[in-house]
């Protein structure tokens, strides 16, 4: 089974900071690995993933992740955060080849002027 | 633009009535699946169907029951529910096995409220 932990519930940043989410899991299998964001009254739209290879992953919005193995992290991070960025962010693990996605308990991020 | 689409966007109902939550997409996906969300929690697993069989129910109480007609198609038919039941519910779809790049593609949610 593979569990997923985001060591922040809630984020408060500045706009135009720089912003840093935690994400750590566990699995005795390999795994993919995803962040998702929700937006207020939205559903869940895929920022960016990691499949295998290079262990920087960009995504949309800006955003970036690493993988990291030896420490089984894979946080999230964006150089300077808008108004717009204010969301719910999911980290998510799923077994390779098939499998349930499972989900981290959220981190809210809050950008304030 | 999300390619799952859901309907309705928002459904208020009584303990008593029947209605369905459908789903669409054109991606070709063989998967789908129902979560249900809580306020300020993640989405939790429902169901899920794979070629149109369902493969997997997370335990899901009776007055909840999904169907699959075809491959681009997905309903939940609800009956019975109770307030606790009430909020966002949210289908999903994949590859499956094979050409599976683990990515889900989730659609905009039918919030439901039960009186």
């Known amino acids: 089974a593979q569990s997923v932990t985001q060591l922040d519930s809630q984020v408060p940043v500045f706009e135009e900071a720089p912003v840093e989410l935690r994400c750590n899991y566990s699995s005795s299998v390999s795994v993919y690995l995803f962040w998702y964001v929700q937006y207020p009254n939205q559903g869940l739209q895929l920022l960016l993933k990691y499949l295998s290879g290079s262990t920087l992953v960009k995504g949309i919005n800006g955003f970036e992740a690493e993988f990291n193995k030896s420490q089984t992290s894979f946080h999230l991070r964006k150089p300077s955060v808008h108004i717009s960025d204010t969301a719910e962010y999911f980290c998510?693990?799923?077994?390779?080849?098939?499998?349930?996605?499972?989900f981290g308990a959220g981190t809210q991020v809050v950008v304030t002027p | 633009d999300t390619e799952v689409t859901q309907t309705p966007k928002h459904l208020v109902m009584g303990m008593t009535n029947k209605k369905s939550l459908k789903c669409e997409q054109h991606?070709?996906?063989?998967?789908m699946y129902w979560y249900k969300q809580k306020a300020k929690k993640p989405p939790e697993l429902m169901f899920v169907y794979s070629y149109e069989k369902l493969s997997i129910n997370e335990s899901v109480p009776s007055r909840f029951s999904p169907e699959c007609p075809n491959s681009s198609l997905l309903n939940l038919h609800l009956h019975a529910l109770q307030p606790e039941d009430s909020a966002l519910y949210l289908c999903?779809?994949?590859?499956?096995?094979?050409?599976?790049?683990?990515?889900?593609?989730f659609g905009e949610g039918s919030r439901l409220t039960v009186l």
């Open positions: 991606m070709g996906h063989r998967a």
């Open positions: 999903a779809s994949s590859q499956v096995r094979g050409g599976n790049t683990g990515e889900l593609f």
């Open positions: 998510a693990v799923r077994r390779r080849g098939w499998g349930k996605l499972q």
